[in-house]
């Protein structure tokens, strides 16, 4: 068996278990698979990042600037968009299959005898999601990295990743979503997401609401940790549109920087930056050490996020993001408008059940010229036609397609008939990571539509 397949297995094993959105609020079961691993999640440092939206490029950038320091780097982010090693990143590539499938061997007989137990008291067994994280912290054990940048799967408290400590606590924007899991209002999320503070850690915070903010300043002051927020403590003073990104300045926690390109579209991605450097001088220098100017330019340089405003085809132009809530429709369309010469777009749109449709496509008329509705592969999406009468309700013409390569087609050849109109294709991880592997198949970027 190649180590593909040895891997494939491994995924097709997590497949298995009750789904990521199966989660019980708490860490028990995950933490007593990892004592009886002999902890691997404490041989290295960790930033530990949760929030609504934002989380996963910022943790993405952070993890760029880390490596930039010459320190070899873990990366545990979610969902994937094509292929689950994705998730599983060492040193800025997805972990090779062979350590993947090799880490599963590793904590195979342990899960087996946590499931047994579980078993034995009437509960039920490991989780896909809390599986994976164990996965994530014995392959940086492995590798070995130095630093491990984790991205929550829900929430923070009681989430599977929580128990890492980690150094540095990093907030991303919070906003209401997973509400029947975390809560009704911004306080009570922002409740279980400041549960990653932990005794005496360094924090930092992107801008918040206000009842978000009291929360994250009443638990860091409880925990003895140290609380960064954005505009009081670090913030954004200058952001102008680049060739391929754009170019920003900051006030850090440790000095200023002056002229930095991102090459990443949307004005929100400087913030995130912003966020992420403020967690590394966190993590470097504990906030009073400033990063060297060649390091911080050479991390920003190589920092990626696929799936958010990412272009995947010219003549005519397709962007694909993972925009899947309001909050993150709202942004991109801001990017949209900031970023691009574009007369009329084009909005290809796949929503999940469990998601805000409504809020969706009420954050992303204002720019659709068009609609063409569809939905994502997955036992969860959303039907097509619930999507199309929502664009109805927003007096927007629509198309429903039976599936993304038939809405993209569309979509392609109703842009392609002038050069002010372009694509952009949102609403669902799923949907995105769909049409990633869709452009390149098809190449888009050749410029061939229809």
Request: net charge negative; no cysteine; charged share 20%.
């Amino acid at each position: 068996m190649s180590d593909r397949d040895r891997a494939d297995a491994v995924y097709a094993a997590l497949l298995t278990r009750q789904g990521e959105r199966w989660v019980q609020p708490r860490v028990e079961r995950t933490r007593r698979v990892l004592e009886l691993l002999d902890d691997p999640q404490r041989t290295y440092r960790v930033v530990h990042v949760t929030g609504t939206n934002g989380k996963t490029s910022t943790s993405r950038i952070a993890e760029s600037l880390v490596r930039a320091h010459g320190l070899r780097t873990g990366l545990f982010t979610s969902p994937h968009l094509e292929r689950f090693t994705e998730r599983i990143q060492i040193d800025g590539e997805p972990a090779d299959d062979a350590a993947i499938a090799d880490a599963w061997d590793e904590i195979s007989p342990i899960v087996d005898l946590v499931d047994a137990e579980l078993t034995s008291v009437g509960d039920a067994p490991l989780t896909f999601f809390e599986l994976l994280t164990v996965l994530a912290f014995v392959a940086f054990a492995d590798a070995p990295v130095d630093v491990a940048i984790v991205e929550v799967g829900m929430g923070g408290s009681w989430d599977s990743t929580n128990t890492a400590d980690g150094d540095v606590a990093v907030f991303a924007p919070i906003d209401l979503d997973h509400a029947d899991r975390l809560g009704d209002t911004i306080a009570e999320i922002a409740t279980v997401k400041a549960g990653i503070i932990k005794p005496g850690a360094l924090a930092v915070s992107a801008a918040q609401d206000a009842a978000a903010t009291a929360v994250l300043r009443e638990t860091a002051a409880r925990q003895g940790a140290t609380l960064a927020m954005e505009g009081a403590d670090f913030a954004v003073t200058a952001d102008v549109l680049a060739v391929g990104g754009q170019q920003f300045s900051m006030r850090g926690l440790a000095g200023s920087y002056d002229d930095l390109y991102l090459p990443l579209y949307g004005a929100h991605q400087a913030y995130n930056a912003a966020l992420a450097i403020a967690a590394v001088e966190s993590l470097i220098g504990a906030g009073t050490v400033p990063l060297a100017p060649d390091v911080l330019a050479e991390g920003l340089a190589e920092a990626t996020s696929p799936g958010r405003l990412q272009l995947v085809g010219v003549a005519p132009t397709v962007l694909v993001d993972s925009a899947h809530n309001p909050h993150g429709a709202a942004a991109l369309v801001t990017a949209l408008r900031t970023s691009f010469d574009v007369d009329e777009w084009g909005v290809v749109v796949g929503v999940l059940a469990d998601k805000d449709a409504s809020g969706i496509m009420d954050a992303l008329a204002p720019i659709a010229a068009r609609v063409f509705a569809t939905s994502p592969e997955s036992e969860r999406a959303a039907d097509a036609d619930d999507i199309a009468d929502l664009a109805e309700r927003a007096d927007l013409p629509v198309t429903v397609h039976p599936d993304l390569a038939d809405a993209a087609d569309a979509a392609r050849e109703w842009a392609a008939a002038s050069d002010r109109r372009a694509v952009i294709v949102a609403g669902s991880v799923v949907l995105a990571g769909q049409a990633l592997a869709l452009a390149d198949a098809e190449g888009w970027k050749s410029g061939a539509a229809g």
